[in-house]
């Protein structure tokens, strides 16, 4: 059973830093690095957005306009581990994160649709208090 942890949310004043992980493990078909890496999230009441997106070599990248030049996705293949770091934290930033994976043969692929991932974690909470 491919398995996708999230760690690192918690409660954090505006203005604040948190750093996510999502740790992967048990792929059953190829490595950590055949797979594009994504966070996603989701508030109360509130649909499933896409937050970021990383290719599977690090290569190409992709912000939501919301938190674009506050947050900073990267992986490190050799640990299966993929990472989004958020600064400045707002109180809309709060939301349930979770990490995604997404099977690609394509050196560049990212994909901002929830559909077209494969595995997903159960997620993190953040909550940013003001």
């Known amino acids: 059973q491919v398995q996708l942890v999230e760690s690192g949310g918690g409660l954090v004043q505006a203005g604040g830093s948190l750093r996510l992980f999502c740790a992967v493990s048990?792929?059953?078909?190829?490595?950590?690095?055949?797979?594009?890496m994504g966070w996603f999230r989701q508030a109360p009441g509130k649909e499933r957005e896409f937050v970021a997106g990383?290719?599977?070599?690090?290569?190409?990248?992709d912000y939501a306009d919301s938190v674009k030049g506050r947050f900073t996705i990267s992986r490190d293949n050799a640990k299966n581990t993929a990472y989004l770091q958020m600064n400045s934290l707002k109180p809309e930033d709060t939301a349930v994160y979770s990490c995604?994976?997404?099977?690609?043969?394509?050196?560049?692929?990212?994909?901002?649709?929830?559909?077209?991932?494969?595995?997903w974690g159960q997620g993190t909470q953040v909550t940013v208090s003001s």
């Open positions: 995604a994976a997404l099977l690609t043969s394509s050196r560049s692929n990212l994909s901002r649709r929830p559909g077209e991932y494969n595995y």
């Open positions: 990383i290719s599977r070599y690090s290569t190409v990248s």
């Open positions: 048990r792929l059953t078909f190829g490595t950590f690095s055949n797979y594009a």
